[in-house]
Nanobody, 126 residues
Framework: QVQLVESGGGLVQAGGSLRLSCAVS????????MGWFRQAPGKEREFVAG????????KFVDSVKGRFAVSKDNAKNTMYLQMNSLKTEDTAVYYC???????????????????WGQGTQVTVSS
């Protein structure tokens, strides 16, 4: 059974940092591409960052470029989202997702993903 478990969310002041983790079990981690999405209250879920199967390609939504970093550790079956210089508008529930099989690229459409985590709340205060 495939499971994705996010952790690392919380409350942080604007300008601060958080690192989210997404641990994957039940699937060959090296075969999946992965992504981070977020959903703020009253808004649609949006793509935040993604990483290719091999971890060599990444993409970000424009609003987080230069502030967020994404990585995939195939040895630990875990994906990370390092979030720096957080802004109040980053407040949302963050979800990780897998796409199997992952190709060589990064997927930004949530319809491409097959399994999702339960989400972790990130709240940035002013």
């Amino acid at each position: 059974q495939v499971q994705l478990v996010e952790s690392g969310g919380g409350l942080v002041q604007a300008g601060g940092s958080l690192r989210l983790s997404c641990a994957v079990s039940g699937r060959s981690f090296s075969s999946v591409a992965m992504g981070w999405f977020r959903q703020a209250p009253g808004k649609e879920r949006e793509f935040v960052a993604g990483v290719s199967r091999g971890g060599t390609q990444v993409k970000f939504v424009d609003s987080v470029k230069g502030r967020f970093a994404v990585s995939k550790d195939n040895a630990k079956n875990t994906m990370y989202l390092q979030m720096n210089s957080l802004k109040t508008e980053d407040t949302a529930v963050y979800y990780c997702a897998t796409k199997w099989p992952g190709g060589s690229g990064v997927y930004t459409d949530d319809r491409d993903y097959d399994y999702w985590g339960q989400g972790t709340q990130v709240t940035v205060s002013s």
